[in-house]
Nanobody
Framework: QVQLVESGGGLVQPGGSLRLSCAAS????????MGWYRQTPGKQRESVAS???????SYADSVKGRFTISRDNAKNTVYLQMNSLKPEDTAVYSC?????????????WGQGTQVTVSS
């Protein structure tokens, strides 16, 4: 069992920046994929960014050029640097980790952290 704890959310003005952290209770070096998702009330959860164990990244079109995902396996932490924030980025951001071992897939989620972009 792996626990994920997000932090770094808060209230920021449009155009501002935040860095989210997702700390894992176990080593993430074996995680095939780690990602950030976001959800607002009444909407489906959407993928924001993901990073594989080889360092390949992918982003939603709405955040390309503004958000950067990274992982520090030594600290068992994944980060999401968010720049040029917009009001439409307001959401609860959650971290997800996928481990594939012995032909089985294990998926873990964090509880989420609120990000509010408002003047």
């Amino acid at each position: 069992q792996v626990q994920l704890v997000e932090s770094g959310g808060g209230l920021v003005q449009p155009g501002g920046s935040l860095r989210l952290s997702c700390a894992a209770s176990a080593s993430i070096s074996g995680a095939d994929n780690m990602g950030w998702y976001r959800q607002t009330p009444g909407k489906q959860r959407e993928s924001v960014a993901s990073i594989t164990n080889s360092g390949s990244t992918s982003y939603a079109d709405s955040v390309k050029g503004r958000f950067t995902i990274s992982r520090d396996n030594a600290k068992n932490t994944v980060y999401l640097q968010m720049n040029s924030l917009k009001p439409e980025d307001t959401a609860v951001y959650s971290c997800k980790a996928i481990f594939r071992m012995s032909l089985r897939t294990y998926v873990y989620w964090g509880q989420g952290t609120q990000v509010t972009v408002s003047s």
